[in-house]
């Protein structure tokens, strides 16, 4: 408003120059000769490799948008800003998880989110979301989606969000803590399983990650025992070539634990599903990594 009116002043007074009125001591009656013209309007991006002490939030508003150092305690880092393009970006309103662009967007962010990390993400204790502009945001104009990645305490037991001080960036590159690796895995009374605690590889331990099964875009999220059957079948074949055994073996030797993310992350097109050799009793004290038959042999019992 006090720009709007400004300007109707200055109109005002050039007004008046032009009817005959002198120009004020000192000047040379020209009040634009100086002013820096008007930019374009612009929209608000994010920005890629930033730190953010908030949570992740689906919906990105600016007046909540503050990045901070990332050697500060911070709870997410953004890898990557993507664009929506084609029909999403005439669409009234942001993507929404399921549809197809949606889709398109969570796979870029995959995609950018390995690159980053100089792993797949799921082979670590880590989180991906896929965050849009809020309704505001889209109305003016902005077509970006936001690539956002979160530790967590854990993966197997629905972890919380870990705070850091540092950047994600090239953590995965190279061995460390934040790899998923063994575990002493307890059972109910019920024979299922109860707990996945993270052990040394070099303690006594019973399961171990062996890779990310990547499931085809058509299977339906499993809500029934029927569903889990390909699931199973997957983590197999990763266990099978993790391991360095045959795939018409594998199940003699081992069972398998699979763990695909949450349904809203399925949803948005997260198909990568963390598999886990297992076996009930197993006393191991090294990774299985390539043992091969002796390493895990074909159980008779």
């Avoid at 009125?21 to 002013?35: F, H, K, R, S, V």
């Avoid at 689906?58 to 990045?67: D, F, H, M, N």
């Avoid at 972890?159 to 109910?188: F, Q, W």
Wanted: neutral net charge; glycine residues 10%.
């Amino acid at each position: 408003m006090r720009r709007w009116m400004s300007a109707l002043a200055a109109a005002g007074a050039v007004v008046l120059g032009a009817a005959g009125c002198a120009p004020p001591a000192g000047t040379d009656g020209d009040l634009t000769n100086n002013w820096a013209p008007v930019g374009e309007p612009t929209v608000f991006t994010p920005a890629a490799e930033t730190c953010h002490s908030a949570d992740f939030s689906e919906t990105v508003y600016l007046s909540s948008y503050v990045p901070v150092d990332c050697t500060t305690n911070h709870r997410l880092e953004t890898v990557h800003v993507g664009t929506f393009a084609g029909a999403a970006s005439e669409a009234e309103k942001p993507p929404a998880p399921g549809s197809p662009q949606f889709t398109t967007a969570y796979a870029e962010c995959d995609n950018r989110a390995r690159g980053f990390l100089g792993a797949d993400w799921r082979t670590g204790r880590l989180w991906l979301g896929v965050a849009v502009p809020s309704p505001q945001g889209w109305a003016a104009g902005a077509r970006w989606f936001r690539c956002d990645m979160t530790e967590l305490s854990n993966v197997e037991e629905d972890g919380d969000a870990v705070g850091r001080t540092a950047s994600l960036k090239g953590a995965l590159r190279e061995a460390g803590p934040l790899l998923l690796g063994c575990y002493a895995t307890t059972l109910t009374r019920t024979e299922t399983i109860d707990r996945m605690p993270p052990a040394e590889c070099s303690a006594r331990h019973n399961s171990e990650f062996t890779g990310v099964w990547r499931a085809p875009a058509t299977l339906k999220y499993p809500t029934a025992e029927r569903d889990w059957q390909p699931f199973y079948d997957g983590c197999y074949t990763v266990a099978a070539r993790f391991v360095g055994v045959s795939q018409s073996t594998i199940r003699f030797r081992t069972g398998v634990v699979t763990l695909p993310g949450g349904r809203d992350d399925w949803t948005s097109g997260n198909r990568g599903v963390r598999c886990y050799l297992w076996v009930s009793d197993g006393k191991f004290t090294r990774s299985l990594k390539g043992a091969g038959n002796s390493g895990l042999p074909i159980r008779t019992g």
